[in-house]
């Protein structure tokens, strides 16, 4: 059963539409249906549920299937209305939804893991069911046959998935906080490429085939936009979340960026600015504005007869510093640092108030946020999480635009 939210106020936040509850556990996967009003979801109460919008305004469950197993993760794929569920005993299972969203058919079983089924993805112009999972591999398997097709291993479990239909290349995180670019071919596969920059899991990851950007979110709360078409390495950093970053979707047309984490924090990046990277922090054993020592540099201390100092960085320099030397602290949203970090005092003083101008906005799920996914098309978004809800949202009056008809503000 669903609320409807009936005001729709003008404002420049994420409108609630609608409240869907009904399940029994925690919601993994909601998807909405295009051009219907509709949704998919997945749960671990073992059960893939869709709901319609009826006449009174109010969701209804259309169809409500109980599966063997705990429902981990799925893929819908409207043209052909097939559903993929991973599940939390390895299986994934496709099903085929009538077109009238009352009937769903079982198809087939793919014994593609061993452990929790973490991401699907289906290609249909390869007949795939790409997947990763708990096992620690990816799998990929051919829906004609129903064959496995190939496999790889990684040292810790595979969280994540994204895939470049065009190149067959696909990109898998996981919990050691890398990322591995893999080329799929038919029964083998190559390593591309790792990526490097997380201090957590990855826990999401959105491809953007347009301009090659991969983006991830992570358990560090932050998130690394990664230019993958320009290789040249260049990382841009996104820190604005107090909690794991869970789902992210790119809006190629306005270039946003759309972030959710397990807080119920929402984010609006505008990725249509010049943003400066990052530095690298740099190593020494002594602060490099005072050159006092720090706490390891025992020949320092001796000589000199002081107390080494603890080690800290500037974030917008890299530089090594003692507490004294970066005892400012300031945002800096073109490097990616929406609230307050530590600074040098001399990045500080170079930093003026037009800098420290957000180029995010942030808003309030107020619930626990563990799976979004966003009609572009008509400018909605879905969350669900653990408090077994799930919520539609109009999010036209945050994106500043209207998605269906691709016309931006200038």
Not at 103 to 111: A, G, S
Not at 186 to 199: A, F, P, W, Y
């Amino acid at each position: 059963m669903a609320a409807e939210i009936h005001s729709r106020p003008q404002s420049s936040r994420p409108v609630l539409l609608s409240k869907i509850e009904g399940h029994q556990d925690a919601v993994t996967a909601a998807l909405l249906i295009p051009k219907e009003d509709g949704v998919i979801t997945a749960s671990e109460d073992r059960t893939i549920r869709v709901w319609l919008k009826r006449d009174s305004g109010q969701y209804w469950p259309s169809i409500y299937h109980t599966m063997a197993s705990p429902c981990s993760a799925m893929a819908y794929h409207h043209d052909s209305r097939r559903i993929f569920v991973g599940q939390d005993n390895g299986a994934v299972m496709e099903f085929h939804v009538s077109e009238d969203f009352n009937k769903m058919n079982f198809i087939k079983t793919y014994p593609a893991h061993q452990n929790r089924v973490s991401a699907i993805i289906f290609s249909l112009a390869a007949e795939w069911v790409i997947s990763t999972g708990h096992d620690k591999c990816v799998s990929w398997m051919c829906t004609r046959s129903g064959n496995m097709l190939g496999r790889h291993f990684f040292t810790s479990w595979a969280s994540c998935l994204q895939y470049d239909f065009d190149t067959q290349y696909a990109f898998v995180g996981d919990y050691s906080g890398q990322i591995t670019l893999l080329k799929l071919e038919q029964n083998s596969c190559s390593v591309i490429t790792t990526l490097k920059g997380h201090e957590g899991s990855i826990a999401c990851l959105w491809w953007d085939p347009i301009q090659r950007l991969l983006f991830s979110g992570a358990s560090d709360n932050s998130i690394i936009m990664w230019d993958i078409g320009g290789r040249k390495g260049r990382t841009l950093l996104l820190q604005g979340h107090h909690d794991r970053v869970q789902s992210l979707c790119y809006l190629q047309l306005t270039r946003q960026l759309v972030s959710c984490s397990s807080d119920g924090g929402i984010a609006v990046w505008n990725m249509d600015v010049s943003r400066e990277e990052a530095p690298q922090w740099l190593e020494s054993d002594s602060c490099q504005k005072c050159e006092q020592p720090f706490f390891w540099n025992i020949k320092q201390m001796w000589d000199t007869k002081t107390l080494g100092l603890r080690q800290h960085h500037c974030r917008k320099c890299g530089q090594a510093v003692c507490g004294k030397c970066s005892s400012k602290r300031s945002s800096y949203p073109v490097m990616g640092f929406e609230f307050q970090v530590r600074v040098c005092d001399s990045c500080y003083d170079s930093i003026k108030d037009e800098d420290r101008t957000s180029l995010a906005t942030f808003h309030e799920g107020k619930h626990n946020i563990s799976h979004m996914s966003m009609d572009v098309a008509r400018g909605l978004m879905v969350t669900c999480g653990t408090d077994r809800i799930v919520k539609i949202w109009d999010m036209t009056p945050v994106v500043g635009c209207s998605l269906a008809t691709g016309f931006a503000p200038r």
